[in-house]
């Protein structure tokens, strides 16, 4: 007999348990509480939770529930949830997100079935708080089309999003997910966050033509969230500023190129101003 025969049982029903994404310290206490007092756990690979259920000196029957889950799967997970406390996991992180679930808890709350959610890592919000780009706005989109038609055309949907853009990213793909995004939404602030949590964490950041340079260089290894800045959100270089000025001198006053630069790049239109005379007088 283990402990975990003392600890009391939950009521029925599905408990969604987020678990760490690389940093087992990460494990939330409730996370853990819940695991301990389930009835069973519905995982995406047994040797997976397995580890970490090791890792925390639990011992419970593992089900498995994965992408590939049948409707008699999912019938077998929600008949252990009538009689007992179901767990539900995936391999890393919040379940549901980039992973399976969603059906199971459509499922469950159609057959009135108690579901509670019990939150913690998200590869997608770490890499959002690392990536130092804007976070009052945001869309996750998850994982781009691996083939290259379709990745331009998802990348080119998301264009007008008025928001910093999240991806989930292979590092065997991350090169041409980059390229992509130079062509598709050009002028972005980019974000790659990898190894989020563990021991080789980092964050760069860049244009994507500088990050797609740098990883050509140096292959990256391990787990990667992808971030696009909003539209307008990268700041003109100095000499784009200039020629942009210029040109509008072509045509317009000098104060009016100024006000029309300002607008277009968020720049103080006096010190444009100022910049325009001089360029003038040159
Ligand atoms: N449900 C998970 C979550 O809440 O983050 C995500 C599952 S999804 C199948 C796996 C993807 O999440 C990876 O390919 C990677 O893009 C991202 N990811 C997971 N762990 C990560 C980490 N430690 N650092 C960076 N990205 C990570």
Redesign the pocket.
């Known amino acids: 007999m283990d402990n975990n025969d003392l600890t009391p049982r939950l009521e029925p029903g599905l408990y969604i348990v987020?678990t760490p994404?690389?940093n087992l310290g990460d494990m939330t206490i409730r996370g853990a509480e819940t695991l301990r007092r389930c009835d069973a756990v519905a995982c995406e690979d047994t040797r997976v939770t397995g580890k970490l259920m090791a890792h925390l000196g639990i011992k419970k029957p593992l089900l498995r529930y994965d992408d590939h889950a049948s409707d008699r799967d999912r019938a077998r997970l929600l008949a252990a949830m009538r009689a007992g406390a179901l767990a539900l996991v995936?391999?890393?992180?919040?379940?549901?997100?980039?992973?399976p679930g969603y059906r199971l808890v459509r499922e469950a709350q159609a057959e009135g079935i108690a579901v509670t959610t019990l939150p913690g890592?998200?590869?997608?919000i770490?890499?959002l708080t690392l990536s130092g780009l804007p976070n009052d706005r945001f869309l996750f989109a998850g994982?781009l089309p691996v083939k290259e038609k379709a990745r331009l055309d998802a990348l080119t949907g998301l264009a007008a999003i008025d928001a910093t853009l999240i991806f989930?990213?292979?590092g065997p793909r991350l090169v041409k997910s980059l390229d992509a995004i130079g062509s598709a939404l050009p002028e972005r602030d980019i974000a790659v966050?990898?190894?989020?949590?563990?021991l080789h964490e980092e964050c760069r950041r860049g244009s994507a033509g500088e990050l797609s340079a740098y990883y050509n260089a140096h292959p990256p290894k391990?787990?990667?969230?992808l971030l696009v800045g909003p539209p307008g959100e990268s700041e003109a270089s100095a000499e784009d500023v200039e020629s942009l000025l210029r040109e509008a001198m072509e045509s317009v006053k000098p104060s009016q190129a100024a006000a029309l630069v300002a607008k277009a790049t968020g720049r103080d239109r006096k010190e444009l101003y100022a910049l325009a005379m001089k360029l003038r007088g040159q």
Do not use: H, M, N
């Open positions: 987020a994404i690389g995936s391999d890393a992180g919040t379940p549901l997100i980039s992973d890592a998200c590869a997608a770490a890499g994982f989930y990213e292979t966050a990898r190894e989020l949590t563990k391990g787990e990667i969230v």
